[in-house]
């Protein structure tokens, strides 16, 4: 490495390389004219060393547990800010002024209805679909409704198109459990805010006054602020792959969606709390520990570790208070899940296993017992995680879109297959 280019030697050729310096963290090593130059391509499975994109949004430092949106620490955000104020921070770079979240609230509140004929598409699904199901084939639905917010060379519509999911995507959650339970949609109410608006939507019932508990809203919200993006995670990385093809954005969100739903990645809250329920008791721990160390056995316990964060998930942190504020707040005083996830967390703390590979409760850990408090069935949790993931997606996609080196994304591949071979007729194989 020499100044700010580096050097590959491939055979007898030397190759120069830029290096460009981030604001802050790692600096990459420009490789895009290696191909040209070598005839080679690099090879990076699950992209463990390889920076997609350049972005602005979001900043993570796994080693030492931090978490910024736009340069603020997710902590103050989650502690000062709302979700709504969450995501014009995503969208627009800063945070807004009184005047600008008023409007900004405003606007979102107008855009929570859906068409009314969306009612009838969910008559399709049956009603034992997993929600996540549901919430895939309704968002990519949706790009059959809009089509005045569509035009993503427009950023007037790109910003309607964005609204319009930040807004609508917890009224398509909030009717994907509804149709699950069999119980009749609840109409958004626009004079609450963005998070007891949900809640309402999804524990309202016509035959009776609902009084939204103001901790559980809080505590919900701030379950929003901790999910609303995570840099070039899965998911987003998706939403950027399908949008560079130019494709519609609410079909981009629906596979963002899709990628989300696996146990990996946002169902892993799902997964964790069915593992502490399959645990049942402080004693069962030290067996499941052995199963998650024994190599030859593909259990692993969910919610802990993380490709990026190697130090405790700063989200995990404030997951963990917000658990106890909503099991006080319910007056849940022995919750024998809340037991084995703190007495599994100790175990695993001082675990020579999970110290040397740096494994830490993630925020899943603690999710799945907060959202189960509040009522939610567990097929509704990473449901609950792609509605706050849906303004990080959006901010991602719009700035994939708006940056103008911006190309569709083809990653290339080590081939192993077959060389060139010949047909060979039917009868004669
Ligand atoms: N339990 C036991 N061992 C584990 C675990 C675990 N949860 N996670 C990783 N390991 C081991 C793994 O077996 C491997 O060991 P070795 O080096 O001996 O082969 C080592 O730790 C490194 O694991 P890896 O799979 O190479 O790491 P990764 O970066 O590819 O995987 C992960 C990250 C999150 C997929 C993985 O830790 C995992 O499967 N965790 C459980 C699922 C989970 O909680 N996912 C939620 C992530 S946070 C929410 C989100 O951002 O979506």
Not at 29 to 38: E, N, S
Not at 52 to 66: A, F, H, L
Not at 123 to 138: C, E, I, K, L, T
């Amino acid at each position: 490495m020499s100044g700010s280019n580096s050097q590959l030697q491939v055979g007898d050729k030397t190759v120069d390389m830029a290096i460009k310096e981030g604001s802050v963290g790692p600096a990459v090593i420009d490789i895009a004219k290696l191909y040209a130059q070598t005839g080679m391509f690099t090879y990076d499975p699950g992209f463990t060393s390889t920076a997609s994109c350049e972005s602005q949004i979001t900043y993570i430092d796994g080693d030492k547990g931090v978490l910024l949106y736009r340069g603020f620490p997710i902590e103050q955000l989650a502690e000062h800010g709302d979700f709504l104020e969450t995501c014009y921070l995503l969208l627009y770079g800063e945070l807004p002024t009184a005047a600008q979240k008023a409007d900004f609230d405003y606007r979102i509140t107008r855009h929570t209805m859906v068409h009314e004929q969306m009612a009838r598409f969910f008559q399709g699904f049956r009603r034992d679909a997993h929600p996540m199901a549901v919430m895939v084939g309704s968002i990519g639905a949706m790009s059959a409704f809009y089509h005045d917010s569509t035009d993503i060379s427009d950023p007037h519509q790109r910003m309607i198109a964005s609204m319009r999911m930040i807004a609508k995507i917890p009224t398509l959650a909030a009717m994907a459990y509804k149709y699950t339970i069999g119980q009749p949609f609840v109409y958004p109410l626009n004079s609450l805010d963005y998070t007891s608006n949900f809640l309402r939507m999804c524990f309202a019932v016509p035959a009776e006054e609902y009084k939204v508990n103001p901790v559980l809203s809080r505590a919900l919200d701030r379950i929003f602020i901790l999910h609303a993006d995570h840099e070039q995670n899965a998911s987003t990385s998706t939403v950027r792959l399908a949008g560079s093809s130019g494709a519609n954005p609410f079909a981009c969100i629906a596979a963002g969606t899709a990628c989300l739903w696996g146990p990996a990645h946002g169902g892993a809250n799902e997964a964790a709390l069915k593992m502490l329920e399959e645990i049942g008791s402080v004693d069962n721990i030290p067996k499941y520990i052995a199963k998650a160390k024994d190599k030859n056995d593909p259990f692993r316990l969910m919610g802990f570790g993380h490709r990026v964060y190697k130090n405790y998930d700063p989200r995990a942190k404030i997951m963990q208070k917000t658990t106890h504020e909503v099991l006080n707040e319910l007056g849940i005083k022995d919750d024998p899940l809340l037991d084995v996830a703190v007495e599994l967390e100790r175990i695993a703390l001082s675990d020579e296993y999970f110290i040397e590979k740096k494994l830490y409760p993630n925020i899943d850990f603690y999710s799945g017992i907060t959202l189960k408090a509040m009522g939610f069935p567990t097929s509704m949790f990473t449901v609950l995680f792609a509605v706050a993931r849906t303004v990080g997606w959006i901010a991602q996609w719009k700035e994939m879109i708006e940056d103008p080196s911006q190309k569709i994304g083809r990653p290339r591949q080590l081939y192993t297959g077959s060389p060139q071979r010949d047909y060979t007729p039917i009868g004669r194989r």
